[in-house]
């Protein structure tokens, strides 16, 4: 029925490629392109000895318009699924209007030179795929995307008005390393090691680095020490459900990476600057990148699971109401089926929902949207279908204090 491009060949890209693979009735012909064909190449390999299904693969560097417009051209196809790194964003958006073809990615554009990370520059984009008739989805991963289709759901199916949202993120996983990132390193220690920051009453609250914690018990996990971070979910969500007084981001750190984390932020090797080495210059977070284990190695041996979720408190027909709704995924079952860790697999299937909505006219409408703005119901459906089973829970006690 389509034809699809996907950009990226990390832990990431590979689930997306083998969750199409897996649903070939709506993705009748797949490309894999990424910087390295070779990481294509053996992942296409994979998806044929395990799922029988053959897909094209090609090499690109998505920050170059004119190529990432060539290799459009040449394949044709409908939709390009961007997986490779938020710096691409901008770039293949460009290439997509360009060609005449709908986007979507799973994490808002970042300027390389600056560890900030805001929908401003991708929310730009609105008229021009609106004129062109395109469609352009954002951050359609698991957080952000799976949670703000459980606000949305939360608020179709569950509260008159919405006033708290907890989103809880905990991987309960040991893959036996050391020190090793879920995914892409460089990214995942920009993120965590800025300020906080988290919406209440109408503003947004900074605080320094992981200065809120507390342990939050997860289902089926127990308890686990939880950090509030700025995550970019919540950027679309104060924006959409004006009703939140608060809207925070919880994830939970094992005391060892936060140990390592320090000692790497103290010796100046997550700078984003470049240094003068032997007369080269170079990034010390990006050289750390090449040292630590790439997050596609991470899932021969992962045990454990993740769970994240959104915690919502509200009003339904005059009555206080909370409501959990959460997925927990193990890292072993998602290895056996796809040959990826839960971190990526996370990721991964939600961005094929994605797609597939868009290319069965189900979620398709020109413009750039965030996923809260669509309806939620078949995205929650396909999720249950395709690996990611939905839990929910009404009334439960919530770890949270609320204002009286
Ligand atoms: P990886 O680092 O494992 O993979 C990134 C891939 O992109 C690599 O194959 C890399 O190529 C490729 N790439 C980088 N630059 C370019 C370029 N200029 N042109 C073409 N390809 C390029 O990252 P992950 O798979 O872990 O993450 C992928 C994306 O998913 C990231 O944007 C990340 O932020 C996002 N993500 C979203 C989550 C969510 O829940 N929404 C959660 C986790 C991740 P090479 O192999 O040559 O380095």
């Known amino acids: 029925m389509a034809k699809v491009l996907i950009i990226g060949a990390g832990g990431v890209g590979s689930v997306v490629a083998h969750k199409c693979a897996m649903n070939s009735d709506v993705f009748t ?26 897909i094209q693969t090609d090499q690109v560097d998505a920050d170059q318009v004119p190529d990432m417009v060539a290799l459009i051209n040449s394949f044709n196809p409908v939709l390009v699924i961007n997986v490779a790194l938020p710096y691409q964003d901008l770039p293949i958006m460009d290439a997509c209007l360009e060609a005449g073809v709908h986007y979507m990615d799973t994490a808002n554009y970042e300027p390389k030179d600056v560890a900030k ?18 469609m352009a989805l954002l951050g359609c991963g ?39 990132t879920n995914f892409n390193p460089e990214i995942n220690i920009r993120e965590i090691t800025q300020p906080g920051r988290y919406w209440e009453n109408g503003e947004w609250i900074e605080i320094p680095a992981m200065s809120i914690h507390k342990p939050i018990e997860y289902p089926g996990i127990g308890e686990r020490e939880s950090y ?36 790497l932020q103290n010796v100046g090797m997550t700078r984003i600057d470049p240094v003068k080495f032997n007369g080269m210059d170079i990034v010390p977070l990006e050289f750390l990148k ?13 045990t454990g699971q993740t769970s994240i979720g959104c915690q919502i408190k509200g009003v339904k027909d005059d009555e206080e109401r909370t409501y959990f709704i959460w997925n927990n995924c193990d890292h072993a079952k998602t290895y056996r089926e796809v040959r990826g860790q ?52 009404v009334n439960a006690t919530l770890p949270h204090e609320y204002p009286a």
């Open 29 to 54: 012909s797949i490309m894999l392109a990424s910087r390295t064909k070779a990481k294509c190449d053996r992942i296409a390999a994979e998806i044929r000895e395990m799922h029988g299904v053959t």
């Open 342 to 393: 839960a971190v990526s697999y996370t990721t991964g299937v939600p961005a094929m929902i994605g797609a597939m909505l868009m290319l069965t006219g189900v979620w398709m409408k020109p413009g750039v949207w965030n996923c809260e703005e669509l309806d939620p119901d078949p995205f929650i459906e396909q999720m249950n279908k395709q690996g990611l089973p939905v839990n929910e829970q």
């Open 228 to 263: 509030v971070l700025y995550h970019e979910e919540l950027e679309s969500l104060v924006k959409n459900f004006p009703t939140l007084k608060r809207a925070r981001f919880w994830m939970t750190f094992g005391q060892a990476y936060l140990t390592h984390l320090e000692v």
């Open 142 to 180: 698991f957080d952000p995307g799976a949670t703000q289709v459980f606000t949305a759901y939360a608020a179709k199916h569950h509260f008159d008005r919405m006033d708290y949202l907890d989103i809880v993120d905990c991987n309960a996983g040991d893959h036996g390393k050391a020190f090793a």
């Open 117 to 134: 990370f805001e929908y401003s520059w991708q929310w730009a984009y609105k008229e021009r795929f609106e004129k062109a008739g395109l």
């Open 290 to 302: 090449a040292v630590l284990p790439a997050p596609d190695s991470l899932g021969e041996n992962y």
